[in-house]
């Protein structure tokens, strides 16, 4: 080995000798980003606790369980509102562009508190009840929510593409804001369509 063969390796050494000897005192004056995101899980899950067994034909009367859960991972304890709301295909769903919530009103909803980090999940318990066929359109008159009964007097019209009348049955995420006051929507939403037979 030549003598600025020796050099460099001494060069390089010492540098990797200085930053290993500086790195406990360089991660005490600089701050880096932790790395996390701060977000809201929000999730239904079939009767089984699975993705893919959800009801989808429903009759009068049928009684139809689902799973709604919420996972809180904000970087603090969080209050939310879970709106429950029913439409047909043709009534507004919530806006993901401008991230606005559905217009229609809630029909029931759960208020629940989600430690950091935590998680929180309900069964949710539904049947559509006093269905009508009238010409080429269905009536639902009244939908039940954990068995407390809701009118919403939504018309479906026969699709002929899919073959079916369809509604759906979905949940808002709202989150409070102690600021104002007051629930936001907190831009999240699922719901399951329904083909509803009278």
């Known amino acids: 080995m030549s003598l600025d ?26 701050a880096f980003p ?4 701060k977000f809201s899980e929000f999730w239904v899950l079939g009767p089984n606790h699975t993705i893919g067994d959800y009801p989808f034909n429903v009759r009068t009367n049928e009684t139809h369980d689902v799973f709604v859960g919420v996972g809180n991972h904000l970087g603090q304890a969080s209050y939310y509102t879970i709106y429950v709301k029913f439409r047909n295909s043709t009534q507004p769903s919530p806006n993901s562009s401008d991230l606005t919530p559905s217009p229609l009103p809630p029909i029931y909803e759960f208020q629940v508190f989600v430690p950091n980090e935590g998680t929180w999940e ?14 080429n359109a269905t009536l639902v008159k009244n939908v039940n929510l954990n068995g407390v009964v809701f009118p919403v007097n939504s018309t479906s019209v026969w699709d002929s593409v899919q073959q079916g009348y369809y509604y759906q049955v979905f949940l808002e ?3 409070y804001n102690s600021t104002s006051g007051s629930f936001q929507y907190h831009n999240r939403f699922v ?8």
């Open 122 to 135: 309900s069964n949710l318990t539904f049947s559509v009840l006093d269905v009508s066929s009238v010409n």
């Open 191 to 198: 719901g399951l369509w329904l083909n509803v037979n009278p």
């Open 5 to 30: 063969e020796y050099r460099l390796v001494f060069v390089v050494g010492t540098l990797v000798l200085m930053l290993l000897v500086a790195s406990p005192a360089l991660s005490l004056g600089l």
């Open 173 to 175: 995420l709202w989150l």
């Open 34 to 37: 932790n790395g996390t995101a």
